[in-house]
């Protein structure tokens, strides 16, 4: 019976406990405006590298991160143990420094736009392509099932990662912030790759090498065959017109 690893729900849980505590703080007045905030390529906006996924616009905006980051946390501990604190403390940092050096600019009008960026969408994109191309690096079929899981489930982030006015039919701009996206799963996939030889590695059983031999089995199967001949014998060729014959007489001794 598989058991699971206390990590895998201990960090789930303290990173909501993080990211909800943050948001009371928030309604409290505690981080107004833009501090803590990721703001790119301005130095104040560097603290937000480690406080912005901890902070949340209102309600829907840390509802809809906290499902997803707990779930990835928790595939990420279960299925990858040895390595999860380094993937998860550098996914954190890496992604949250490449959103700064990002510059802000709308790419349909070249103008520079200057916003606060917040929010735990970054690390949620940065978890799900690490475990789906960390699986696929590592071509592991256990790995591999998570893999598919985590496209099955947040395959649509995909869109996530490209600027929002590449889509005209949105009626206003939604302030989502696609440089987190790219950040993340940019992030995630080289973080994937740089670790792929490291943690759990493919299991190659002793009787998948060409080489292998066990003289106590090739004694079981000799004794199997001495004691079971009749397993071993050659079914009689038959002639098309005999076929009927030996049905029926098959059938006699069935009854």
Not at 66 to 80: K, R, V
Not at 107 to 132: K, P, R
Request: a negative charge; charged letters at 15%.
């Amino acid at each position: 019976m598989r058991t699971f690893h206390l990590k895998a729900f201990l960090v789930p849980m303290a990173m909501l406990a993080l990211m909800w505590t943050f948001f009371l703080l928030q309604n409290l007045g505690f981080f107004g405006g833009c501090y803590g905030a990721i703001i790119p390529l301005v130095p104040e906006g560097l603290r937000g590298v480690f406080f912005a996924p901890l902070l949340h616009g209102n309600l829907n905006h840390i509802l809809g991160n906290s499902m997803p980051i707990a779930i990835l946390l928790f595939l990420l501990f279960e299925f990858y143990p040895k390595i999860a604190f380094k993937v998860f403390a550098i996914g954190w940092f890496a992604s949250g420094l490449l959103v700064w050096m990002l510059p802000p600019i709308d790419i349909l009008t070249g103008n520079w736009n200057y916003n606060c960026i917040i929010g735990a969408s970054g690390l949620v994109y940065m978890l799900a392509f690490f475990i789906f191309f960390s699986g696929v690096f590592r071509w592991n079929m256990r790995l591999l099932t998570v893999s598919l899981l985590v496209a099955l489930y947040y395959g649509s982030l995909i869109w996530g990662i490209f600027p929002e006015e590449f889509f005209s039919d949105l009626p206003e701009p939604s302030r989502i912030s696609w440089q987190s996206h790219l950040a993340g799963s940019i992030t995630g996939i080289v973080l994937a790759l740089a670790f792929r030889k490291q943690g759990e590695k493919k299991i190659k059983y002793l009787w998948e090498y060409p080489e292998y031999y066990n003289e106590r089995d090739d004694k079981l199967w000799q004794e199997y065959i001495h004691n079971h001949p009749e397993d071993f014998e050659e079914l009689p060729q038959l002639k098309p017109h005999n076929i009927g014959e030996y049905l029926d007489e098959i059938r006699k001794n069935e009854k």
